[in-house]
DNA sequence: ACATTAAGTGATT
DNA sequence: AATCACTTAATGT
């Protein structure tokens, strides 16, 4: 692991995780770049890693049957994939794809370390079972949204995950990436847009979104 | 100028 | 809300 890594590390994590553990996660981890749109993490594929986010961003999505998307949550810095915390107890399969939502700088920690550092650092205990925690309410508000809303909601709140996410208010994406991530067609991703275009919260071009009204997305 | 890709729309289920 | 079939608009070669 090269100076300035380390430098990122210990800004990111030096608060959270005892000097000894951060010693040790020096020696035996290494640094993985990612970028943008890069698959980190394919379904199927073994888990050898658990990652936590040093700098960037991911998204995690599932997939059904025929190979369409959805989009469960981002990850965000400091975060890590409770999902790849399961384990050699079960198949260590990956249930989920990760991909990086933009240029990631990712700490790929060996996954047998993960149980063994719960026993030895209290606060890798800690860290583990808050990210569980948190992960467990992203999962149930992810639930929520698709059972209960409807599909204009699903895309407001889209764009304001994504908005957030990504820290501005011009998105460079396509209807059909959306109609992707939320497992509909472009068609009504179109439709929903236009109309959110004419009541005066976007600004449109081809391939380029920009949220003028913020507030008021932001209030929905 | 032509081809390709993204977005808009009416009609149907 | 999904699908089809078609149009219009933007962009690449």
């Given at each position: 692991?090269?100076?300035k890594d380390?430098?990122l590390l210990?800004e990111n994590?030096?608060?959270?995780?005892?000097?000894?553990?951060?010693?040790?996660?020096?020696?035996?981890s290494n640094i993985k770049n990612f970028t943008e749109g890069q698959i980190i993490m394919d379904?199927?594929?073994?888990?050898?890693f658990a990652p936590l986010i040093i700098s960037g961003s991911i998204k995690i999505l599932?997939?059904?049957?025929?190979?369409?998307?959805?989009?469960?949550y981002y990850l965000e810095q400091t975060e890590t994939c409770?999902?790849s915390?399961?384990?050699?107890?079960?198949?260590?399969?990956?249930?989920i794809r990760a991909i990086a939502e933009m240029d990631t700088k990712l700490l790929m920690i060996?996954?047998?370390?993960?149980?063994?550092?719960?026993?030895?650092?209290?606060?890798?205990?800690?860290?583990?079972?808050?990210?569980?925690?948190?992960?467990?309410?992203?999962?149930?508000?992810?639930?929520?949204?698709?059972?209960?809303?409807?599909?204009?909601?699903?895309?407001?709140?889209?764009?304001?995950?994504k908005?957030?996410i990504n820290s501005?208010?011009?998105?460079?994406?396509?209807?059909?990436?959306?109609?992707?991530?939320?497992?509909?067609?472009?068609?009504?991703?179109?439709?929903?847009?236009?109309?959110?275009?004419?009541?005066?919260?976007?600004?449109?071009?081809?391939?380029?979104?920009?949220?003028?009204?913020?507030?008021?997305?932001?209030?929905?």
């Amino acid at each position: 692991m090269n100076l300035k890594d380390k430098e990122l590390l210990r800004e990111n994590f030096e608060f959270l995780f005892e000097e000894d553990l951060l010693q040790e996660i020096i020696s035996v981890s290494n640094i993985k770049n990612f970028t943008e749109g890069q698959i980190i993490m394919d379904i199927n594929q073994s888990i050898e890693f658990a990652p936590l986010i040093i700098s960037g961003s991911i998204k995690i999505l599932t997939e059904d049957e025929s190979g369409n998307e959805l989009l469960l949550y981002y990850l965000e810095q400091t975060e890590t994939c409770a999902i790849s915390l399961n384990l050699e107890s079960s198949s260590n399969k990956s249930s989920i794809r990760a991909i990086a939502e933009m240029d990631t700088k990712l700490l790929m920690i060996p996954i047998e370390l993960v149980d063994k550092w719960m026993v030895k650092y209290p606060k890798w205990r800690k860290f583990i079972i808050n990210s569980y925690q948190f992960r467990l309410r992203e999962m149930l508000n992810a639930i929520d949204t698709l059972a209960f809303n409807n599909m204009e909601n699903r895309v407001l709140l889209y764009l304001k995950d994504k908005m957030l996410i990504n820290s501005t208010d011009i998105l460079r994406i396509k209807h059909n990436d959306i109609a992707n991530d939320l497992h509909t067609s472009r068609v009504v991703v179109s439709r929903i847009m236009k109309k959110l275009e004419l009541e005066g919260f976007i600004v449109q071009n081809r391939n380029k979104i920009q949220i003028v009204d913020i507030n008021n997305l932001l209030s929905i």
